[in-house]
């Protein structure tokens, strides 16, 4: 069984310009989470899409937003990128529904320097 | 609101003794408590949860944690490190019933000395 997919794993960007990163989740999850990892500020939760809705988010400005496709696969954007933007973004599945016991399957990451 | 606090961001043990990685959390209500592992490069890989029953959680390579409520802590061991199992941990806490939100604890890098 085939775990979370991230693509890409590494890409370097500039300051102002937009990147847009993938996940998909192990087959069958219909939940999906995404996470910031920062030296600084460790590990910090974004957001959580289940059934193509946003379910919860995290304490980012809007320029983080995503989104969830009708196959469960997801897609995050960071707009008008900043330095500070620089980090790991890690993905996460859940099988889900409702309430749970919150195991995530986590995917490798995807590693955003942003120059 | 919940929150995780790891005692020691860099823990060094030698081959063959006792890993004790330390997490104490604050929480409302009843929580979930995990402890995940994370090697360079790499995602996050579940070590073990506690949600409900048994407060002694066993995991996978060996890992051990005990939910003492009194204490609010989770503390995560090991009887024998071995030089596999340098790596950073992560504590994270849920609220029981909340959304797959976790709130990680800054992570403990374990060095293993031969």
């Known amino acids: 069984k085939a775990g979370v997919t991230q693509t890409p794993r590494y890409l370097i960007k500039t300051r102002g310009q937009q990147v847009t990163l993938s996940c998909s989740p192990i087959?069958?999850?219909?939940?999906v989470s995404w996470y910031q990892q920062t030296p600084g500020q460790g590990l910090q939760f974004l957001f959580e899409?289940?059934?193509?809705?946003?379910?919860n988010k995290g304490n980012f400005p809007g320029r983080f937003s995503g989104r969830q496709f009708s196959n469960s696969r997801s897609e995050m954007n960071v707009s008008t990128l900043e330095l500070g933007d620089s980090a790991l973004y890690l993905c996460?599945?859940?099988?889900?529904?409702?309430?749970?016991?919150?195991?995530?399957?986590f995917g490798e990451g995807s590693r955003l320097t942003v120059l | 609101a919940q929150s995780v606090t790891q005692l020691g961001s860099h823990v060094s043990v030698s081959e063959g003794a006792l890993v004790l990685l330390r997490c104490n959390y604050s929480?409302?209500?009843?929580?979930?408590l995990f402890w995940y592992v994370q090697y360079p490069n790499q995602g996050l890989q579940l070590l073990l949860k506690y949600t409900t029953g048994a407060t002694l959680v066993k995991g996978i390579n060996g890992f051990e944690a005990e939910f003492k409520k009194s204490e609010t802590s989770f503390h995560l061991t090991k009887p024998s490190a071995h030089m596999s199992d340098a790596a950073e941990y992560f504590c994270?806490?849920?609220?029981?019933?909340?959304?797959?939100?976790?709130?990680f604890g800054s992570g403990t890098q374990l060095t293993v000395l031969p």
């Open positions: 087959s069958g999850h219909r939940s």
């Open positions: 899409y289940f059934s193509e809705t946003q379910r």
């Open positions: 996460a599945s859940s099988l889900a529904g409702g309430l749970g016991t919150g195991e995530l399957f």
């Open positions: 994270a806490v849920t609220l029981s019933g909340s959304a797959r939100q976790l709130t």
């Open positions: 929480s409302s209500v009843p929580p979930y």
